[in-house]
């Protein structure tokens, strides 16, 4: 007998130890449907191509294609989310009748394209390869016998896209992929991609490979599976990034969507990650990394690839420009949402964040006015991580210390120094200079209105604290003096 795998050696050793005969039978019932599942796409694919006989043979498989993964893509989602059991917490569970059914289908079709795909030398060989692991993945799930839940969960996030890719082929085939249709197909691909197969992909990984219970090979099969569709979905990823859009709008929209995704995503991973702490240590990690970004990019535009906001308000953006306000507008977005959905804040930050977001979008609609924009926003961003600062440090107990003392010091003096001074120079710049829009003028004053209610707030706030500080600076000095005289009617 030759050498097997360990992942297919236990399954069959098992097996074949086992006084019935149940292990076989099921094992032939495996077979049987695979076999079926192949002779269905095969027949699928034959029906196609005699139909569309002025068609290429392509045409057909990308339509058995399509097919299988619009089939697959709602059987392995309704399979995790409703049938269950959930793969984040129940990985190396035993496979469910299901999971099973799903699992001889989708393989019958792997093994038909990965046929195809050699006959026809059509494929390069990393489709190959995410062939050939996905149907070793299946095969050894089948003959184990458990950790169907996991393979499932990496079967859903890798064929959810695919049947916007072949509608983007077919699209591109007949003429009719530059139309409004082949940019919703081209936005929802990637939304999915990032937010699914990659994120949602990392995060099954995760489940699995730290779990104790799947076999270690279950866990190569598992990354394997996930990194290869990855890499094989990747190619028309970025040959839809690098095809010109055919709208500036939809072009902004998407790095819009990016951006958010990626807040969202790094909110869910540290939430995931401190799953000790509060919903809003992961908001506040956000705010912080987006005031850390924001004021690097923002000053760098400012003050060294220009064009300077004091000088040219109203001027044409910047492809930089461009890039910093989309980042900042899927962030204020996420934390808008997070606000209002938590009750986190008051009217004011509301407003603020309102604002902001009109702001940027309006300045990327009019394709003008980022300069003053992007300098609102250094100043505005400047002060933010001392703030977030100040609260961690509040939550870690180590606020009262120098380290506090210092933040806040910064903290209004910048404030003060560029959100106020800086700000009130900039914002007459602008409603001296003609070109800028009348409505872009408003919402700087509007910006500038609500730096200075802050500012009341943080006058008191300094004035609370010196005065407390210079009462225990007394206290301290009283007490030193004290002892010092005592100390001197003593040795005298």
Same mark, same amino acid.
């Given at each position: 007998?030759?050498?097997?795998?360990?992942?297919?050696?236990?399954?069959?050793?098992?097996?074949?130890?086992?006084?019935?005969?149940?292990?076989?039978?099921?094992?032939?019932?495996?077979?049987?449907?695979?076999?079926?599942?192949?002779?269905?796409?095969?027949?699928?694919?034959?029906?196609?191509?005699?139909?569309?006989?002025?068609?290429?043979?392509?045409?057909?498989?990308?339509?058995?294609?399509?097919?299988?993964?619009?089939?697959?893509?709602?059987?392995?989602?309704?399979?995790?989310?409703?049938?269950?059991?959930?793969?984040?917490?129940?990985?190396?569970?035993?496979?469910?009748?299901?999971?099973?059914?799903?699992?001889?289908?989708?393989?019958?079709?792997?093994?038909?394209?990965?046929?195809?795909?050699?006959?026809?030398?059509?494929?390069?060989?990393? $489709?190959?390869?995410?062939?050939? =692991?996905?149907?070793? #993945?299946?095969?050894?799930? /089948? &003959? %184990?016998?458990?950790?169907? @839940?996991?393979?499932?969960?990496?079967?859903?996030?890798?064929?959810?896209?695919?049947?916007?890719?072949?509608?983007?082929?077919?699209?591109?085939?007949?003429?009719?992929?530059?139309?409004?249709?082949?940019?919703?197909?081209?936005?929802?691909?990637?939304?999915?991609?990032?937010?699914?197969?990659?994120?949602?992909?990392?995060?099954?990984?995760?489940?699995?490979?730290?779990?104790?219970?799947?076999?270690?090979?279950?866990?190569?099969?598992?990354?394997? $599976?996930?990194?290869?569709?990855? =890499?094989?979905?990747? #190619?028309?990823?970025?040959? /839809? &990034? %690098?095809?010109?859009?055919? @709208?500036?709008?939809?072009?902004?929209?998407?790095?819009?969507?990016?951006?958010?995704?990626?807040?969202?995503?790094?909110?869910?991973?540290?939430?995931?990650?401190?799953?000790?702490?509060?919903?809003?240590?992961?908001?506040?990690?956000?705010?912080?990394?987006?005031?850390?970004?924001?004021?690097?990019?923002?000053?760098?535009?400012?003050?060294?690839?220009?064009?300077?906001?004091?000088?040219?308000?109203?001027?044409?953006?910047?492809?930089?420009?461009?890039?910093?306000?989309?980042?900042? =507008?899927?962030?204020?977005?996420?934390?808008?949402?997070?606000?209002?959905?938590?009750?986190?804040?008051?009217?004011?930050?509301?407003?603020?964040?309102?604002?902001?977001?009109?702001?940027?979008?309006?300045?990327?609609?009019?394709?003008?006015?980022?300069?003053?924009?992007?300098?609102?926003?250094?100043?505005?961003?400047?002060?933010?991580?001392?703030?977030?600062?100040?609260?961690?440090?509040?939550?870690?107990?180590?606020?009262?210390?120098?380290?506090?003392?210092?933040?806040?010091?910064?903290?209004?003096?910048?404030?003060?120094?560029?959100?106020?001074?800086?700000?009130?120079?900039?914002?007459?710049?602008?409603?001296?200079?003609?070109?800028?829009?009348?409505?872009?003028?408003?919402?700087?004053?509007?910006?500038?209105?609500?730096?200075?209610?802050?500012?009341?707030?943080?006058?008191?706030?300094?004035?609370?604290?010196?005065?407390?500080?210079?009462?225990?600076?007394?206290?301290?000095?009283?007490?030193?003096?004290?002892?010092?005289?005592?100390?001197?009617?003593?040795?005298?």
């Amino acid at each position: 007998m030759p050498h097997l795998p360990p992942l297919i050696h236990t399954s069959l050793l098992s097996s074949l130890s086992s006084p019935c005969s149940s292990s076989d039978e099921m094992l032939r019932t495996i077979i049987v449907q695979v076999v079926c599942s192949f002779l269905l796409w095969l027949s699928l694919y034959s029906a196609s191509w005699y139909w569309n006989k002025h068609r290429t043979s392509e045409w057909s498989d990308r339509f058995v294609t399509l097919i299988h993964g619009l089939i697959v893509t709602f059987l392995s989602g309704y399979i995790a989310v409703i049938d269950g059991p959930w793969p984040l917490t129940h990985p190396g569970h035993p496979n469910t009748t299901a999971q099973i059914n799903l699992f001889c289908l989708s393989l019958g079709y792997f093994i038909f394209d990965f046929g195809w795909c050699v006959h026809c030398n059509s494929e390069d060989e990393l $489709m190959l390869y995410h062939h050939i =692991l996905s149907i070793c #993945g299946m095969g050894g799930v /089948l &003959l %184990l016998g458990e950790s169907g @839940s996991e393979v499932n969960a990496i079967i859903f996030v890798s064929e959810i896209t695919n049947p916007l890719l072949q509608i983007r082929w077919f699209l591109r085939d007949t003429g009719h992929y530059p139309s409004i249709a082949g940019d919703v197909v081209d936005a929802l691909f990637v939304l999915l991609f990032l937010g699914l197969r990659i994120i949602g992909g990392v995060w099954i990984v995760d489940a699995v490979v730290t779990s104790s219970k799947p076999y270690w090979e279950v866990k190569y099969l598992v990354v394997c $599976m996930h990194h290869g569709g990855c =890499l094989q979905n990747f #190619g028309g990823f970025n040959s /839809l &990034l %690098l095809y010109p859009i055919h @709208s500036m709008a939809a072009s902004m929209v998407l790095r819009v969507a990016f951006s958010l995704i990626g807040w969202l995503s790094l909110y869910a991973w540290s939430y995931h990650r401190h799953k000790d702490r509060t919903c809003e240590w992961s908001c506040r990690l956000v705010t912080l990394t987006h005031g850390v970004l924001a004021t690097c990019l923002s000053g760098y535009i400012g003050f060294i690839d220009g064009p300077w906001p004091m000088s040219y308000p109203g001027s044409p953006n910047t492809t930089l420009q461009v890039h910093a306000l989309c980042m900042s =507008l899927g962030y204020f977005l996420f934390d808008l949402g997070w606000c209002v959905y938590f009750q986190a804040e008051g009217a004011l930050m509301l407003a603020h964040h309102t604002v902001s977001i009109v702001g940027i979008t309006v300045s990327l609609a009019l394709g003008e006015s980022a300069a003053e924009v992007n300098g609102v926003i250094f100043g505005s961003e400047i002060t933010n991580p001392l703030l977030q600062a100040r609260w961690f440090l509040r939550e870690m107990g180590l606020y009262h210390t120098f380290t506090g003392d210092l933040v806040d010091f910064f903290f209004v003096v910048l404030f003060a120094g560029v959100r106020i001074g800086v700000g009130a120079w900039l914002m007459y710049c602008v409603l001296t200079s003609p070109k800028p829009k009348w409505f872009i003028k408003v919402g700087g004053v509007i910006m500038y209105a609500v730096s200075w209610v802050f500012m009341v707030s943080i006058c008191r706030f300094a004035r609370r604290k010196s005065i407390k500080k210079y009462h225990a600076w007394r206290s301290w000095w009283n007490k030193e003096m004290n002892l010092n005289a005592n100390g001197y009617l003593k040795d005298h």
